[in-house]
């Protein structure tokens, strides 16, 4: 059976979600940064759908595509800021909450560069995209489908 795009099938959860994705887009947030969020997380999750969109996302707002290349070894990369790398580290940690949690290091960090409502909006940030992973891999949406 065809799995069935969750807008089509539920349009108000889709709704929900469009709702926070137009927050974490209102946020201070560089949008380059929110692309690289969005690419890392898509990249743990396997979510080619999301890492298809948010790369060329990200190109157009002017991210080199050097640094896209480095993103998924961006622990041995020196391309990224420390700013970025904290983020990167929450992103991953926030990800894979089921491993360890997000460490006192990481968010203290978050906490020194974008302070307490930088840490809230670059958590949801996280959690949107997380979200938007899981709908599209396991809804098995498709380059130029509609989630």
């Not at 994705?21 to 396997?46: C, M, V």
């Not at 080199?64 to 622990?75: C, H, P, V």
């Not at 580290?89 to 990481?106: C, H, K, R």
Request: hydrophobic share 40%; with cysteine.
């Amino acid at each position: 059976m065809k799995r069935r795009a969750i807008k089509d099938v539920e349009p108000e959860a889709y709704k929900a979600m469009r709702t926070l994705e137009t927050y974490t887009q209102s946020t201070p947030i560089d949008p380059k940064l929110r692309e690289l969020i969005k690419i890392r997380a898509s990249q743990i999750n396997g979510c080619a759908f999301c890492i298809d969109m948010h790369t060329q996302e990200a190109i157009a707002r002017g991210e080199s595509a050097r640094r896209i290349f480095a993103l998924s070894a961006w622990k041995e990369s020196p391309l990224f800021t420390e700013e970025e790398r904290a983020v990167l580290q929450l992103t991953e940690e926030v990800t894979l909450i089921s491993e360890d949690g997000v460490a006192d290091d990481t968010y203290d960090k978050i906490v020194q560069f974008f302070g307490e409502h930088g840490v809230a909006q670059l958590i949801m940030q996280i959690v949107v995209i997380n979200s938007w992973n899981r709908i599209t891999v396991s809804t098995k949406q498709i380059f130029g489908s509609a989630v």
